[in-house]
Each structure stands twice: as structure tokens, then as C-alpha cells.
């Protein structure tokens, strides 16, 4: 049987920017827009020309992609014609190939935000639609606070979303503004509308103020809604809207969806997910969210020792979906929990063979369970605990030695008199039969440390000049008689793989030096660097 096509509709660029904090640059939107449309998403929304400068010029240029790019705006204001409205003229001219209208469809809104009449709403609308249509443009009405306004008066809700779909608007958006509304409310009224407008132009638009946003989205096309609108890692203003990266591989991968719906999203692209989602948050320079569900570091992490040695017998004995499918990766926690199948799982995912009775492996739970209880977290440390192991079962060449490091912190007046803080970090290294001397001043002493460390490593440097830095993290522990310092350190490499490192210490300078240093082994050894 052939199946139905569902729709996807991005507002990342538009509602999306409206997150507290969040702020596209033009270059920012094209290239978030590029990687929506590689994705398969088949509408996404550019923003609001006319409303600010960026998104002006966003919709002064012609661009290149498959997406339907959409261009959003109000619709032609009360008592004036369309074109006599300035606003609705720079939303007409845009370079879009579609125009998402936002009109009031809650007549307490008509009357006291618009202070108009209801006729009026609804000629307002039919006008609007009227023009884009005329000026060749895919047309779309987002219906404002139309579960509200339902509630109210659904008489006259549905004259608002009628009104536009009558006039020839493709798509007719249910919005649930506010995020308050249930899933089962909105599946009755998700179904009584498409009783009066077919559902294959209606759309539902959720946002997430009862974390309800995806089932509400889920709901809406059980009722019998074909476009899901909502955003990467569920951006927006409050709460979010709905997560499209939640959305899609449920989509994809659970039969209810799959079986009934096709979307733009091939499987190819569905790999390239984890990634997608990560790339978002590095550009808004984040961290992402390790629990988010299918893409998060922690989504396919398992740390109880019964369940790993299940995980290795059976990936689907604990996994609801295979990771990969999303481009995600099973993680199997090392902890002081830990059992020997802890251990091995991960062993065996890092790729070290080891046979399973190998005295190295109850050596390495020895010294994973010693290190645990002095400070160190191997479960959030992936790349540390890849370099013990390895170092365990003796595997890790000794590439270059650190002698000697010196970082000096200094407080003083410039020559202008002011007060300001220099930081300055030498590190001796020794590679092979070479000794090197590097200097580096940075924003603060580990920052110094690490510039410093990485200027010159001689035959290795080629293999760390794509590595980065993507976060830092520091815990006081209280733990026994003295308190500790916990430093984890994220990195990312020229393909976009990221690994966290960790050292511990009464000295954060020290710490941080061990985080440092298993960041870049790690990276030469994942390189196959040369001993
Ligand atoms: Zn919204």
C-alpha cells in the first residue's frame, strides 16, 4: 500500500531565533538553512523580511536549495488595502518560493490586540492570501493561539482557518501559542477541523510549555494534520517548540509512522542526524544536551552491569532503536558499579581485543574502581577511559614527554594604568631526541597552558592542528579529607568527532595539564599517529 506523505515544516531561523540568548547572524541562517535542506526538510522558514536587517538581506538574495523557503509575516492590517500596507509589500517581494501568514484566529485577540471586527480579521486574511497567491507564492496561514481561540469559539476559529484555505492556501497551521494545550485536546480538534478543510492542508504548530510539544505534534496527524511544524533541538522562545530531531526518527523508525507516513528525511540523511544536532549547538556555541532522546551522548549509555552484559549478547535487549541509525553510538559506562561486562562491552566498542579471562582486564576494573574513589568519572571521560585501557593492556607508545611546565599568573597596572591580568604558560617537550621550548599568553592559565602545549609538538603537530577545545568543566569535590578539583575537557577534531578527557587534583593547573595531555594522545592514537 502506498503510503501517505507527511510534511515537515523548520522554523529554527524564525521561531527558533526567538530563544532567550539566540542571535543568527545572515551567515549563521544560511548555513543552518543549508544543513535543513540537505536533511530532507521540506519547508523551511527563513524569518521575517522587513522585520530586521538580517533577514531583509536573507530575503534580498536568491539562494540555492531544494526546500520550499518560506518568508513569514503579517498578514495586510486592519482598515488598510493590500497595497496600501508597506509591510505586506516587503513581504510580498521577498525572494521566497512561500509565505506563511501569522492572523489572529481567537476573536478575544481580534478584538483587543487588533481592535478590530471580526469581519475584518477575515478579510484581512483572504485579502492576504489573495495577494501572495497572486504574486505566485506557495501560501501558508498560521492560525494564532487556535486551540485558545478554539476553545472560546470555535465557530469562529474555524471561519479564520476556512477563510484562508477557501482562498487557496496550501497549508492552513494550527498554532498552539501558548503550549498549553493537551495531547487529547488536541486530537479532538485537530479532528473536527479536518472535518470541515481536508488534512492534507492542515498543519499543526506546537510549542512546548507542558513537554508535550512532540506527542501534541503526534496527535495532530493521528487526527488526521500532514505538516508538523517545529525546530532543531526543539529552539524557541519559553520552553521551546516542538524538537524536530525528537520528530523525525520517530518518524522513521517507529511502525506506526513508518509504515503509514513517507517523508523528505531518507535514510541516508536520518545517519547524519547526532551530527546535525551537535553542529547547531556548536554554532551557538552550547553545550549540547546529553540526555536528549536519540542524539544525546547519553541516549544509547547503559551503566548498571546487568544490562551491559545483556547489551553485549543483544543490542536490543535495552535499546529501543540501533544508534547508528540516527548516527549516534551505544556507550556502555565504566563506573564504580561496574562489573567485569562493563569493562569488556566497552573493550570491545573501542575495538581492543582482549580475551575475556586476561588478568589486564580485572587489572584495569582495579584501577578504574581505585581512581573512582579518589575523584576521576570515567563515564562522562570516554577518551580518558580509552587511553587507560589502552595503557593497561599496554598499547599506547609514549610519543612526546613533557619535562617541564611553568605558568605565571600576574596582576598589575598597564602602562595606561590600568589594572589587568597577564597569563603566560612555558612548556619543555621532548619528542624523541628533540627538546622544544614553547611560550604562549591566553585568557587565563589554562587557556596559556594549552596554547602553549600545542605550538609546537614537532612530528605530531600535523595530527593535532584540526583539534579543538570545545568546553571545559570544573567540580570542587569534597570528598575524604581534602578537596579535589574534577576538570573535564571536550574536544572536537576536523570531522566533528568530539571525546571528553578528565584529570583530577588538589591543583585545578594540574588537572586541567592531565585533561590537556589525554586530549591530544588520545587524538594522536585515534590518527594512528607513528611511535
Ligand atoms: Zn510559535
Known sequence: MARERLYLFDTTLRDGAQTNGVDF????????????????????????PGANPTDTELFGQDRKFDTTFTAFGMTRRPGRSTSNDPGLALLLDAKADAICFVAKAWDYHVRVALQTTEEENLASIRDSVKAAKGKGREVLLDCEHFFDGYKANPKYALACAKVAYEEGARWVVLCDTNGGTLPHEIETIVGEVCKVIPGDHVGIHAHNDTEQAVANSFAAVRAGARQIQGTLNGLGERCGNANLVSIIPTLKLKREFSQTFDIGVSDAALKKLAQVSHALDERLNRGSNRHAPYVGESAFATKAGIHASAIMKDPATYEHIAPDTVGNKRKVLVSEQAGRSNVLAELERIGLKVNKDDPRVSRLLEIVKEREAIGYAYEAADASFDLLARRTLGTVPSYFEVTQFD????????????????????????????NMISAAEGNGPVNALDLALRKDLGKYQKYIDGLKLTDYRVRILNSGTEAVTRVLIESEDEAGERWTTIGVSPNIIDASFQALMDSIVYKLVKSGAPA
Open 407 to 434: 605558568v605565571n599568573v600576574e596582576q598589575r597596572n598597564n602602562a595606561k594604568g590600568e589594572r589587568v591580568t597577564v597569563t603566560m604558560a612555558v612548556v619543555k617537550v621532548r619528542v624523541g631526541a628533540d
Open 25 to 48: 547572524t545572515l551567515a549563521d541562517k544560511l548555513a543552518i538553512a543549508g544543513m535543513l535542506d540537505e536533511l530532507g526538510i521540506d519547508y523551511v522558514e527563513g524569518g521575517y
